[in-house]
């Protein structure tokens, strides 16, 4: 579906909120901001209308009165991969690494802004439409690290680290994503551009970068499920 009219060009979304107020509150404010936006209040009706052809990205609500987020971000995966953020509410942030494992682009804590979500819309929208490429600054900087994509250089305190080129592509497509989970196999398929590689690698790959930056490698460990960059 292709059209000139500016909320189809920013995006269509699908809003999967029981909670009427919020639901309302959300489609407007999305709707505010230029997009265009069809809601539902359950997971069952989520499932029969997200049709990856019509919609660039859905906003999921943890806890749903028939089936939960969870299980419908299962289902979805199996037919698409748009951009799924998923709300959650106080006490579920447990379940956040259970929702990338899953197959969530990101997460969303309950009570949120309005101005946040957008924000983190438009982030989504944009790296899936760079073919899930990383958000593509020219720089990356964070505390005493320093990221220059066109130089291709890692600068730490100003002195450049050595590192091989799939190094600095893992580092760069992690640091370009702070605090976004992947899983060994997904930074394989991203940053190898290959399934078929053992997943070893990355742990190999992530303790050279770790040892050429010291202590400032910014890169998390979270065990059995990935690494995350938390600047
Ligand atoms: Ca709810």
């Keep these: 579906v292709t059209g000139g009219l500016t909320a189809q060009d920013k995006g269509h979304l699908l809003v999967v909120e029981d909670d009427e107020a919020s639901r309302t509150a959300l489609t407007r404010g999305l709707t505010r901001h230029g997009y265009s936006v069809q809601d539902t209040a359950d997971g069952q009706s989520a499932l029969t209308l997200c049709d990856?052809?019509?919609?660039?990205?859905?906003?999921?609500?943890?806890?749903?009165?028939?089936?939960?987020?969870?299980?419908?971000?299962?289902?979805?995966?199996?037919?698409?991969?748009?951009?799924?953020?998923?709300?959650?509410?106080?006490?579920?942030e447990v379940d956040r690494v259970v929702g990338f494992e899953l197959g969530a682009d990101d997460y969303v804590l309950k009570p949120y802004?309005?101005?946040?979500?957008?924000?983190?819309?438009?982030?989504?929208?944009?790296?899936?439409?760079?073919?899930?490429?990383?958000?593509?600054?020219?720089?990356?900087?964070?505390?005493?690290l320093r990221l220059d994509r066109r130089a291709r250089e890692v600068r730490l305190d100003g002195n450049r680290i050595d590192l091989t080129?799939?190094?600095?592509?893992?580092?760069?497509?992690?640091?370009?994503?702070?605090?976004?989970v992947f899983s060994r196999e997904e930074l394989l398929e991203r940053v190898w551009g290959t399934t078929?590689?053992?997943?070893?690698?990355?742990?190999?790959?992530?303790?050279?970068?770790?040892?050429?930056?010291?202590?400032?490698?910014?890169?998390?460990?979270?065990?059995?499920?990935?690494?995350?960059?938390d600047p």
């Design 52 to 92: 990856p052809q019509v919609f660039d990205l859905m906003i999921l609500d943890v806890g749903l009165p028939d089936i939960d987020g969870f299980t419908v971000l299962t289902k979805l995966r199996h037919r698409t991969d748009i951009p799924v953020i998923m709300l959650t509410g106080r006490g579920e």
């Design 113 to 144: 802004s309005l101005r946040e979500l957008v924000a983190r819309v438009a982030a989504r929208l944009r790296s899936h439409r760079r073919g899930q490429e990383p958000d593509e600054a020219d720089e990356i900087q964070y505390a005493q």
């Design 165 to 180: 080129a799939r190094e600095y592509e893992l580092l760069v497509f992690l640091a370009s994503q702070p605090r976004q």
């Design 196 to 229: 078929y590689q053992d997943p070893a690698t990355v742990t190999e790959h992530v303790r050279r970068v770790r040892a050429k930056l010291g202590g400032n490698h910014g890169i998390t460990t979270l065990r059995g499920v990935g690494y995350r960059f």
